[in-house]
């Protein structure tokens, strides 16, 4: 699947134009492995603005299945630090988790975040998910802890509002200037 950074300059009029495999090939990397959000969100061209695409992807990433939402999640990769260098990392997660240091962690940072991760996914079900664009490690360890006791379904409902603020995100560098 391609990946945003390859399709970036596009313009939305571009986007609003592309037949279904050409749209989903250019936005469906926007959710991690997700594709189908792209194809199902297609069907509502043309949109005015970025924030209409968005709204459409994050509607069909809302009324999708349980297991698709799951499925959604559980498509996220984990924030360890090593995990930039994995070569199921998408390059968007791999820009972003290198942004905010994820990358240059300290020993007890790798091992915070190895330790808090485990606890986190045991609990429920699915990697812990924060969109990190201006985070650093600390502010991320700290999201960490305090959602991991969280209830379930508050969480689950965490982690979907990150993923459509990391979708947002994407669509922004995808589309810049649209």
Known sequence: MTQGASNAGLRLDDVNAMDEAGFVRALGGVFEHSPWVAQRAYAQRPFASVAALHAAMVAVMNEASQPEQLALLRAHPELTGKASVSVDLTADSRREQRGAGLDRCTLQQFADLSERNARYR????????????????????????????????AEKAEALRQVARIGRLRLEALLDGS
Request: cysteine-free.
């Open 122 to 153: 045991t609990r429920f079900g699915f990697p812990f998910i924060i969109a990190v664009k201006g985070l650093d490690v600390d502010a991320i360890l700290q999201a960490l802890a305090s959602r991991v006791d969280r209830a379930p379904d």
